[in-house]
């Protein structure tokens, strides 16, 4: 890890350009999320290192949003950065983000969620398709997918401890396409199956329970699943279902709450689930062979895609190789 700058008399903060920043309109909710991230930094880190480092987290974030009027922050970006930050420093760190804003995270950084509640309905499409059991109990639940918002929107690095399991993630979701976190949210409530049907029906018990997110998944396995499922169920199938979905996913990134009160069943699901389940029963086709059967031409593209995943962090230092060649043009530090 590069060494962080000292934070002094010639610091920026203290400078004009801490004065230029001070009066971005985000800069007040940035410092309050940077100030909370202290369980982001390696343990035992010096302070002054660590302070450093948030410093300069501040100024990647503020740098992005003020080269891009059109992206809007939202609490939990910063875990994202911060991670790029760690691994690679500053300047190569607000390359990627400013590329990664301007098209993984973008439907992140509208200025309502209705994007990000779009992609959180393609979760149950997926859960339906894999197992009708989970699916059906969770629409008994009343759930929803709030539960899976922050996962969603900081890449999982908001609720991991570890922080090797984070890197290992991003490299995986650098390798593939924007919505493979949201499936990789599904088969990790697919893995839970047994402990969701065993919960209490009941939607503060699921939620709480789907909220926690164990540690010790085996990860290697679940992005294996991810990739295999993204490829028997691409969103292109999906998307009639998402759209069709009545979302009722937190109005607002703070602190993730849980409007419970908003949530509701999924009536157009249900009932087309049952309407399919009708057919596969006259038909004598199980719901399970229906989906566990990839065509020869999709096996060959899973591989293909899994393919990209095997060697750990070649998808990263390829983007890093990439953002080489925009940093220069971005004139990251005038």
């Given at each position: 890890m ?11 903060v203290?400078g ?14 940035v ?20 302070e450093?480092?948030q ?7 503020l ?12 609490q939990g ?7 790029f930050?760690?691994?690679v420093?500053?300047?190569?760190a ?19 969620m209705?994007n990000?509640k779009?992609?959180?309905?393609y ?8 197992n009708?059991e989970?699916?059906?109990?969770m ?5 929803g ?15 991991l401890?570890d922080f ?5 993630l991003y ?6 396409h924007p919505?493979?976190?949201?499936y990789f ?5 697919l893995?839970?199956e047994?402990?969701v049907?065993?919960?209490?029906c009941?939607?503060?018990?699921v ?9 010790d ?5 679940l992005?294996?699943?991810?990739g ?7 969103p ?7 759209a069709?979905h ?13 409007a ?23 038909s004598?086709?199980?719901s399970?062979?229906?989906?566990a059967?990839?065509?020869?031409a999709?096996?060959?593209v899973?591989?293909?895609?899994m ?6 962090g ?7 190789n990439?953002?080489?060649?925009w ?6 530090f005038?």
């Amino acid at each position: 890890m590069k060494k962080s700058r000292n934070v002094g008399a010639s610091s920026p903060v203290n400078g004009k350009q801490g004065n230029d920043r001070e009066n971005n309109k985000d800069y007040n909710q940035v410092l309050l999320d940077v100030q909370r991230s202290l369980r982001r930094f390696p343990p035992g880190m010096p302070d002054e290192q660590r302070e450093g480092l948030q410093e300069e987290l501040i100024d990647i974030i503020l740098r992005v949003l003020q080269r891009n009027p059109q992206l809007h922050y939202y609490q939990g970006y910063h875990d994202i950065v911060v991670t790029f930050l760690l691994v690679v420093g500053e300047r190569l760190a607000t390359a990627l983000v400013e590329k990664l804003s301007t098209h993984h995270l973008r439907d992140f950084m509208d200025p309502t969620m209705d994007n990000t509640k779009h992609i959180l309905n393609y979760l149950m499409p997926i859960i339906e398709r894999v197992n009708p059991e989970v699916h059906d109990f969770m629409q008994q639940a009343e759930v929803g997918t709030v539960f899976a918002l922050s996962w969603l929107i900081t890449w999982f690095g908001h609720v991991l401890s570890d922080f090797r399991h984070v890197v290992r993630l991003y490299d995986f979701f650098l390798a593939c396409h924007p919505l493979m976190p949201i499936y990789f949210a599904a088969v990790i409530v697919l893995y839970r199956e047994e402990e969701v049907l065993e919960c209490e029906c009941d939607m503060a018990m699921v939620h709480h329970l789907l909220s926690q997110i164990p540690q010790d998944l085996p990860y290697e396995t679940l992005i294996s699943r991810a990739g295999d499922l993204f490829v028997q169920f691409p969103p292109s199938e999906l998307a009639r279902e998402a759209a069709s979905h009545e979302s009722m996913a937190s109005s607002t990134f703070k602190d993730f709450e849980l409007a419970s009160a908003q949530q509701r069943p999924d009536s157009v699901l249900r009932r087309r689930r049952r309407q399919k389940q009708a057919a596969l029963e006259s038909s004598g086709v199980s719901s399970v062979v229906a989906v566990a059967q990839p065509s020869a031409a999709r096996r060959f593209v899973r591989l293909a895609v899994m393919g990209l995943t095997v060697a750990l962090g070649a998808a990263a230092l390829a983007v890093v190789n990439t953002a080489l060649e925009w940093a220069p043009k971005l004139d990251l530090f005038p």
